[in-house]
């Protein structure tokens, strides 16, 4: 894909560089999904004056600055290839906008040279670029020489300071190249971390890029969270970003069960729910499962009813999507759940029904990811896998309100009175439904009904 898009670009005679992750990910050899060019010796209206001719051209802003254009081309063979266009920025370079050295933007200008425009980068294997017309790299800081090491390097002594948010990129590529930094960069973040506690929300958490992921997430997503999440605990940036994490570092808990600190719990558990490929919010749940466990330990409450309400507060506060924080509140209420009670198909329709079946596979996926990181015995994880073979088998099984064989009016033909009693009459045949699937027949449960009137 990369190379039919590159092509189209090197055919518009603009003589462009794809530049930065595309870069790095090619001499890689990964799939880079949306490739970035850029466009020497143009100012934002010749770019857009350039594209204009070959298709649609839209002003592309990230973080309300205006950094370049989305072009989609009329060409249809290149617009399946980027459904959602193509990113092409003009040079650009960091303008003073103040006394500090965080007071700058970023602003195009024709007249910087495709190395300056590197240098503003974040680090040295982000900051190349390859000439289409030629293929010559462009590779100012030793890129690619630290990406066959393999470490991470930022481009200059004041990066962090400038951007703190880079801190979390570089943790985020850690996780997903399994990289590591170099002692230079690890000491960079250490004197800068307390400067994430002004970095925007949503770059961190919920993400205002295209594909909807702050690098929080994408750190979670990536190969190695818990190499990631350790530096960050180490360099301080974890603290910054979710200060409840304070009282969870070197954390120890009573007995033999679960021996790490409370901090390498957390990390191998989210380790574990990576390497079981699960979704974000079981791995965003795998992050916060644990971190009431000292407040717990010290009043009354549970930790899983504590650690939804922290989870709810440390989600709003890096302003993830209100549909990901509520299913990460509940499988962190969820979690604790035991597993030696018998398990067989009548547990399995109970979980079911009070779960449903999603919130159900993921508890399944967390509990799975927990378990490996403590000491178990076999027969834990024995039925952890009987009660996942049940739960698909009994899937079909009648475990929601919708399922049952009659509704609401159907009681209230027999005589229920419309309100909360007749909610309640449900909830109670469905209980009954979810003990004897067989008794899921409209004439029987309307039998029932009326007999639970008289
Ligand atoms: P991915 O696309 O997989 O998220 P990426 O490295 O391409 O990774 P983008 O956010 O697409 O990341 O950014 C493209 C390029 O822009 C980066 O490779 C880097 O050169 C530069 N860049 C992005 N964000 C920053 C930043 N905060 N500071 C400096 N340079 C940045
Ligand atoms: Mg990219």
Same mark, same amino acid.
């Given at each position: ?43 934002? *209206? ?23 254009? #989305? ?137 205002? @890029? ?74 965003? @749940? ?26 709810? *507060?440390?989600?709003?506060?890096? #302003? ?52 490996? *990181? ?20 009994? *899937? ?59």
């Amino acid at each position: 894909m990369s190379t039919e898009i590159r092509r189209y670009i090197r055919s518009l005679g603009l003589d462009a560089y794809v530049v930065g992750g595309a870069v790095r990910d090619e001499l890689l050899g990964i799939e880079h999904a949306d490739e970035d060019f850029l466009v020497p010796g143009v100012d934002q *209206a010749g770019l857009r004056a350039a594209l204009e001719p070959h298709g649609r051209v839209e002003d592309l802003e990230v973080h309300g600055q205006l950094v370049g254009v #989305r072009f989609h081309p009329r060409d249809g063979s290149i617009r399946v290839l980027a459904p959602a266009g193509i990113e092409l920025t003009p040079p650009r370079r960091e303008r003073s906008t103040g006394p500090g050295h965080r007071d700058f933007e970023i602003v195009p200008d024709a007249s910087v040279s495709i190395v300056d425009d590197m240098a503003r980068r974040d680090f040295t294997v982000n900051a190349m670029a390859r000439r289409l017309e030629t293929g010559e790299l462009v590779d100012p800081f030793g890129g690619r020489e630290d990406l066959e090491r393999r470490e991470l390097r930022t481009v200059g002594r004041e990066s962090f300071a400038e951007d703190p948010l880079r801190i979390i990129r570089g943790l985020r590529l850690v996780s997903q190249l399994g990289f590591t930094l170099t002692d230079e960069t690890v000491r960079q973040m250490q004197s800068e971390a307390r400067r994430l506690a002004h970095v925007s929300a949503e770059r961190i958490g919920g993400g205002q @890029a295209a594909d909807g992921l702050g690098e929080l997430s994408k750190l979670l997503l990536g190969r190695r969270p818990a190499a990631a999440l350790r530096l960050a605990r180490d360099t301080g940036a974890l603290v910054e970003v979710i200060p409840e994490f304070a009282d969870a570092i070197g954390y120890q808990l009573p007995g033999g069960r679960q021996p790490l600190p409370l901090d390498e719990h957390v990390f191998a558990v989210v380790q574990g729910a990576a390497d079981g490929g699960a979704k974000l919010a079981v791995r965003l @749940a795998a992050l916060l499962h644990d971190l009431a466990k000292p407040e717990a330990d010290r009043g009354d409450g549970g930790h899983a009813g504590l650690g939804a309400e922290l989870a709810l *507060a440390v989600m709003r506060r890096l #302003r993830y999507p209100n549909v990901l924080r509520d299913e990460v509140a509940r499988i962190v209420a969820g979690h604790a759940f035991w597993l030696d009670a018998p398990i067989d198909a009548l547990f399995a329709r109970r979980f079911l029904a009070s779960h449903g079946s999603a919130l159900a596979e993921s508890l399944v996926a967390l509990k799975r990811a927990d378990l490996g *990181a403590k000491v178990v015995e076999d027969w834990e994880l024995e039925h952890l896998a009987e009660l996942e073979r049940l739960l698909a088998e009994e *899937a079909e099984s009648p475990h929601r309100l919708s399922d049952l064989a009659v509704d609401g009016d159907d009681l209230i033909a027999v005589g229920h009175r419309e309100g909360p009693e007749l909610g309640a009459a449900l909830v109670r045949l469905l209980d009954h439904v979810v003990d004897e699937p067989a008794e899921n027949d409209r004439d029987r449960l309307l039998e029932l009904a009326r007999q639970w009137l008289a």
